[in-house]
């Protein structure tokens, strides 16, 4: 039987790399390294410097390859997004076919936490589905951005007993701002809700050597976090940030 192993590796920070991912890193032979262009060349480096860093016998082979682009000018998300998956899948299957021996183990290390926004879960068991190739496959948890993010800003992810709803820009709306977190937003969706009497905790390039943070009351902190935003970005060419919305309770403990 093939095996591959979802490790994951931390939002940036190698030292977030567990002593369970280090003992997986060490069982395979093979690392599959899904390459997105030269914009993510940083995060292809970041996870060659972790093999390098934590793997006792450097006997081991990096295979790297294209990631097919989502089609991002179909009228409906969702099905510009089923049909990346499907070529994905496709992708992966051919690595486990043609790179993978009986009895082998391969690795793809996966940013964050593998379960959270994160297709290659969902890619494996379509894999599996099609019946395109027979292996097994095991998950190890990560450091997620979000986990990264309260900790940097040293606050508790939930008020006590409550809710924590964790979406995407695309999806943020009024109803959420008790105490959502924001992934994935390219557009700086919180802009739209600078009236509301919320606090942001905003955080950029977390765990990384170049990490910003900023905290504050939406109201006071929106345009600085836009502006370091942009600038961030077009200094390094790509950006990855998360940020806590939080309703302000006046008198009331979080
Ligand atoms: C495709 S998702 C992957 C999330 C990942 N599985 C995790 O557990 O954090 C990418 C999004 O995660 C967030 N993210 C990941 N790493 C980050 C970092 N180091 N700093 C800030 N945000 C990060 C950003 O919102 C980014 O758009």
Redesign the pocket.
């Given at each position: 039987m093939k095996t591959l192993l979802l490790i994951g590796m931390g939002?940036?920070n190698p030292e977030h790399f567990t002593v369970q991912a280090i003992h997986a890193l060490n069982r395979a032979t093979v690392f599959f390294v899904l390459d997105k262009g030269s914009i993510t060349q940083d995060l292809v480096r970041l996870r060659l410097e972790i093999c390098q860093r934590y793997i006792r016998e450097p006997a081991y082979r990096v295979v790297q390859v294209s990631d097919p682009k989502r089609d991002s000018t179909t009228p409906r998300y969702t099905d510009g997004v089923e049909q990346w998956h499907a070529q994905r899948a496709e992708v992966v299957a051919r690595l486990i076919e043609h790179e993978l021996q009986d009895g082998e183990c391969g690795a793809f290390l996966?940013?964050?936490?593998?379960a959270?926004?994160?297709s290659t879960l969902r890619m494996l068991d379509r894999v599996r589905d099609q019946g395109l190739t027979g292996f097994d496959y095991e998950v190890i948890p990560?450091i997620?951005?979000?986990q990264?993010?309260v900790a940097r800003h040293r606050i508790a992810l939930n008020g006590i007993g409550q809710p924590i709803r964790i979406t995407t820009g695309r999806q943020l709306s009024a109803a959420d701002l008790d105490n959502v977190v924001v992934?994935?937003?390219a557009h700086c969706a919180f802009e739209a809700f600078v009236d509301q009497d919320v606090d942001i905790y905003w955080?950029?390039?977390?765990?990384?050597a170049d990490e910003i943070l900023i905290a504050g009351e939406l109201s006071d902190v929106c345009a600085q976090i836009k502006q370091v935003r942009a600038q961030a970005r077009l200094r390094k060419g790509w950006i990855?940030?998360?940020y806590l919305l939080r309703r302000r309770r006046r008198g009331a403990e979080n």
């Open positions: 939002a940036g996966l940013w964050g936490e593998p959270l926004y994160d990560g997620s951005s979000v990264a993010l992934m994935l937003d955080g950029a390039y977390i765990g990384t990855m940030d998360t």
